[in-house]
Structures are given as structure tokens and as C-alpha cells.
């Protein structure tokens, strides 16, 4: 919380005149939604200036516009809250609501995150497919799902890019790598595989 708040006061140079958020980020998208996407916590600044999930960083310069291109987003660029986004069929959340340092957030932070996911989860009464952004975002999927006694251990599921399983409840948990700088640069995740994950997304959500 102190990081958040320093972050959203020091600024980045590039965002001087930006009224950072620099609150707790919540959750976005069509509530009706089939499709989940469980991300890892707000980037710095990224969502923490702009108060909407991957909005106005690289790992959303990346994704949105593969959203876009297979039908969830209404746009292809994210800019702020208030530049017209709006998802179908899809609802974007993360592990952690608040900025964590390195983008490292620690086991407490996700412990005292988890009573907000397991609130969100609980409202979105339509979800089929559930697509977790990196390791992180799929344990905490894992851990809401031992949370809730649908599952008893996770260690049958193993975190790979485009793993899938289809849990107790009927729905599919599909794995992707997350859409980081670091593992775009480096071609780990490309957009042909990224495009692939939320087509399989369509398909498992029908």
C-alpha cells in the first residue's frame, strides 16, 4: 500500500501531469461475462496511474489488441478509464488489487487480496473459462478453487503456457504465459500464441 501510494506521488517523468490512481484496482468488464481473465497485480505505472487492469503499459499495448482482434474488446488500445473500452463476454481481474514492488507481489499481499478475488469470483455467475496470466495468476485461481473445497491440492495442475484442464466445477482453467515486457521482447510469449489462447477461450466459452 505505501509503495502504491509513493509511486502515485513521485510519478514517472513521463506521466508528470497525470493524476496517478493510485488506489486499489478492481476489476473490469462485462459482469455477464463467460470468459475470466486472472492477471498478477497492478503494474506501477501502468494501471496504477490510469485505475484500469492492463490499461496504459506494455503488457497492454500487447494484449488488447489481441482481445480486439478475437472479438472480447470493443478497441484495440487502452489508454485510460475513460476512453470508451468496454469487453464482451470477458471480465479482467488480477491476484493482487495494489502495485507491489518489481511487480513481485509477496505471499501476504496475495493472502490479503484473496477475500476481494473470492468476492469478484463469486459475482460472476457465468464464467466457463477461466484464462490465467502467468504462474501467479494461476496459483491464485488454484487457491481460490481449494479455498472454496472444490479442489483439495494443486498439484496435479501444472502451470505451462497453453495447459489446459477442466476442473471440478465444469470449468476450464487455461494457462498462458503472462503478457510481461519481458517475455514479449524476448519472443517466450508471441502474439500468434497469445491469439491462440483466447480463440481456445471462444471455443471452451460456446
Known amino acids: 500500500m505505501a509503495y502504491r501510494e509513493e509511486v502515485a506521488r513521485v510519478k514517472r517523468r513521463a506521466y508528470l501531469g497525470w493524476e496517478y490512481w493510485g488506489k486499489p484496482v478492481a476489476g473490469f468488464g462485462d459482469p455477464d461475462a463467460r470468459v475470466l481473465i486472472i492477471g498478477l ?12 487492469p492492463f490499461t496504459g503499459d506494455a503488457s497492454g499495448k500487447f494484449m488488447y489488441p489481441v482481445l480486439h482482434q478475437t472479438g472480447f474488446a470493443s478497441q484495440p488500445t487502452a489508454i485510460d478509464r475513460n476512453d470508451g473500452m468496454t469487453l464482451a463476454d470477458l471480465y479482467i481481474t488480477a491476484a493482487v488489487r495494489c502495485a507491489p514492488p518489481d511487480n513481485k507481489p509477496l505471499p501476504e499481499e496475495l493472502t490479503a487480496c484473496a477475500p476481494f478475488l473470492d468476492r469478484e469470483l463469486a459475482g460472476l455467475k457465468n464464467v466457463r ?9 494461476f496459483d491464485a485461481y488454484l487457491n481460490y478453487l481449494k479455498r472454496q473445497g472444490q479442489i483439495a491440492s494443486k498439484k496435479s495442475y501444472v502451470f505451462k503456457h497453453a495447459a489446459t484442464y477442466r476442473m471440478p466445477d465444469g ?36
Not at 503494474?43 to 496504477?48: K, P, R
Not at 473459462?129 to 495468476?137: E, F, N, Q, S, Y
Request: net charge positive; no cysteine.
Open 129 to 137: 473459462v477461466v484464462v490465467a496470466l502467468g504462474k501467479i495468476g
Open 171 to 206: 470449468k476450464v482453467l487455461l494457462a498462458s504465459y503472462h503478457p510481461s515486457n519481458q517475455n514479449t521482447q524476448t519472443g517466450k510469449l508471441t502474439r500468434e500464441m497469445f491469439v491462440e489462447i483466447f480463440q481456445a477461450a471462444a471455443g471452451f466459452a460456446h
Open 41 to 52: 497485480a497492478p503494474g506501477a505505472h501502468g494501471s496504477n496511474r490510469t485505475g484500469r
